[in-house]
């Protein structure tokens, strides 16, 4: 069993940033990749960002800029950065075990609680 938490959400107005913090506990592999997710009112989960054992990043389209992923493995922790943030990043975000970098939730071993961002124009 893998035990995510994920902190460093809040409300902040459009432009602003936030570090999202994941810290994993329990039986995690760190041969495995971690990722994050992100879930918008009355939308699916969609992935967000992805790193794999050797810090190889995988962002989907459109992300991969204003979001930054980053992990210190040794201390079970992994990171979002979010710079320039929009009214359209509000959402649920969740740190999630993605042995594959897939980015596919379908393919998601363990889920944290999630964190809500909310952002404000």
């Known amino acids: 069993q893998v035990y995510l938490a994920e902190s460093g959400g809040g409300s902040v107005q459009a432009g602003g940033s936030l570090t999202l913090l994941c810290v994993a506990s329990?039986?995690?592999?760190?041969?495995?990749?971690m990722g994050w997710f992100r879930q918008a009112p009355g939308k699916e989960r969609e992935g967000v960002a992805a790193i794999d054992k050797d810090g190889l990043t995988t962002y989907t389209d459109g992300m991969k800029g204003r979001f930054t992923i980053s992990q210190a493995i040794a201390e079970n922790r992994l990171y979002l950065q979010v710079n320039n943030l929009k009214p359209e990043d509000t959402a649920i975000y969740y740190c999630?075990?993605?042995?594959?970098?897939?980015?596919?939730?379908?393919?998601?071993?363990?889920w944290g609680q999630g964190t809500q961002v909310t952002v404000s124009s």
């Open positions: 329990g039986g995690r592999n760190n041969r495995h990749g």
């Open positions: 999630a075990v993605d042995r594959g970098c897939q980015l596919d939730p379908d393919d998601v071993d363990y």
